[in-house]
């Protein structure tokens, strides 16, 4: 059973919709982070949670460590917005945990 | 700065075959990592730096070498390719280890053993 769970594993959205993608882990965190991968491949980091929310223009970010659960929210979601969005737990160590990914598509 | 890179983008190897994957960063970052994805599986380590002449395993190590000589490189060696490491490699780094710091990920690299 893989640490770090990821819901949905696909979703497909109209442009304009506000869009929630959950994690869920079954471990002890220091820190959760929330990654973006491009159609191209290329991988950028979106978000670092340790606790409470973080907001970065369109993208919200909140996490709950009691009941080790994290949500990623896109707000008026646009084309561009369209990638996998991965999932990524540290336990306090040298080593990263990932969730497979939620495929994202916004339909214009 | 450049950030992360990394060569070959691809490279198609035989069974058998030996090769080395390269990731450079100009950074000054301490930690460094390498994964591999696959799918359906999550990004899943191979091996990591946490700096200049220490490296250790991560969850996938068979099969690969690493060593690292500088801060900015951290190459990754195939001792002798299988069909089973056909997958897409990224290297990442940050300033130092732990959780707390951003991850910065190479372009990867897509290998296919024949």
């Known amino acids: 059973k893989n640490e770090v769970e990821q819901s949905p594993q696909n979703l497909t959205a109209q442009e304009g919709e506000f869009i929630t993608i959950n994690c869920s882990y079954s471990v002890g965190i220091s820190a959760l982070h929330w990654l973006q991968q491009h159609p191209g491949g290329g991988i950028v980091s979106l978000f670092m949670?340790?606790?409470g929310k973080k907001k970065h223009g369109r993208l919200i970010a909140t996490i709950n460590i009691q009941e080790k659960h994290s949500s990623l929210h896109i707000t008026a979601s646009h084309p561009r917005d369209s990638a996998v969005y991965i999932c990524?737990?540290?336990?306090?160590?040298?080593?990263?945990?990932f969730g497979t990914g939620t495929s994202l598509t916004v339909i214009p | 700065n450049a950030g992360v890179t990394q060569t070959p983008k691809f490279q198609v190897l035989k069974t058998g075959q030996s090769m080395t994957l390269q990731c450079a960063q100009d950074?000054?970052?301490?930690?460094m990592s390498w994964y591999r994805q696959d799918p359906g599986m999550g990004l899943r380590l191979i091996h990591y730096?946490?700096?200049?002449?220490?490296?250790d395993q991560g969850e996938v190590p068979n099969g690969y070498n690493v060593s690292r000589s500088t801060t900015e490189d951290f190459p990754l060696r195939l001792l002798s390719a299988a069909p089973s490491q056909t997958s897409v490699y990224f290297c990442a780094s940050s300033y130092t280890a732990g959780g707390y710091n951003e991850q910065f990920f190479g372009p990867g690299t897509r290998l296919t053993v024949l």
């Open positions: 950074m000054n970052h301490e930690y």
């Open positions: 949670l340790s606790s």
């Open positions: 990524a737990v540290n336990r306090g160590g040298n080593q990263f945990y």
């Open positions: 730096s946490v700096g200049a002449g220490i490296t």
